[in-house]
């Protein structure tokens, strides 16, 4: 049963220290997206990927998040330094033509 | 550009009653036009899709009817379950590997 898988899944930091999040797409997905989850904002697209090149990256804040995708089975997610409004649950999904798949999610506190 | 609004929640039904979550979008052309719900503590997952005005999307239960001419993809349910409590999401994607644009989402509780 082919699906993405995040990690990890819960991770708590100190503000100011970097966070790595890693998304394993699909195995045939050509196109990866980032979301961020909070109660205020809802969904939040941060980046997306196709055939590993970051086609829109608009809504991340350029000065402390990177997206990167090393090769076609990891996608990553970094902020450097996090900051306590980071704290959300950070999705990645995977798509084929027009369906996308979610993982869980990685539940990021930053106290 | 391209946005999609659904009803205010959250919604409260009893067991076996009937459902209707609104949905309207905007957007240039045709899109395809998706339902997602998600379960507590759960990623999403697609829930139904139209990919053409007049589609009826549906699936375990539920339908949702593209409508061009009102912008709309309301979804049904003709009989609720307690198992059918959960977040359902909207959404839109304008072409083929698009980024998929979500509504705000309407959590739904369904008590016995």
């Known amino acids: 049963d082919a699906r993405v898988t995040q990690t990890p899944r819960h991770k708590v930091t100190e503000m100011g220290q970097e966070v790595t999040m890693r998304c394993q797409p699909i195995?045939?997905?050509?196109?990866v997206f980032w979301y961020r989850q909070t109660m205020m904002q809802g969904l939040e697209l941060l980046a997306y990927?196709?055939?590993?090149?970051?086609?829109?990256d608009s809504g991340m804040p350029k000065d402390r998040f990177s997206a990167e995708m090393p090769d076609a089975t990891l996608a990553t997610l970094k902020i450097q330094p996090s900051e306590p409004r980071d704290s959300a649950v950070y999705f990645c999904?995977?798509?084929?033509?027009?369906?996308?798949?979610f993982g869980q999610g990685t539940r990021l506190t930053v106290v | 550009g391209n946005s999609v609004t659904q009803m205010e929640g959250p919604v409260t039904l009893s067991e076996e009653a009937f459902l209707t979550i609104n949905c309207t979008y905007t957007?240039?052309?045709?899109?395809?036009l998706f339902w997602y719900v998600q379960y507590p503590g759960e990623g999403l997952q697609l829930l139904l899709k139209?990919?053409?005005?007049?589609d009826k999307g549906s699936n375990k239960g539920f339908e949702a009817t593209y409508r061009k001419e009102t912008t709309s993809f309301h979804l049904e349910k003709g009989s609720v379950q307690v198992s059918d409590s959960a977040v359902y999401f909207c959404?839109?994607?304008?072409?083929?590997?698009?980024?998929?644009?979500f509504g705000p989402g309407t959590s739904l509780s369904v008590i016995p």
């Open positions: 959404a839109l994607s304008q072409t083929s590997y698009d980024k998929v644009i």
């Open positions: 990927f196709r055939n590993r090149a970051p086609l829109d």
């Open positions: 999904a995977s798509a084929v033509n027009t369906e996308a798949f």
């Open positions: 195995l045939g997905h050509n196109t």
């Open positions: 957007a240039t052309g045709y899109p395809s």
């Open positions: 139209a990919t053409k005005a007049d």
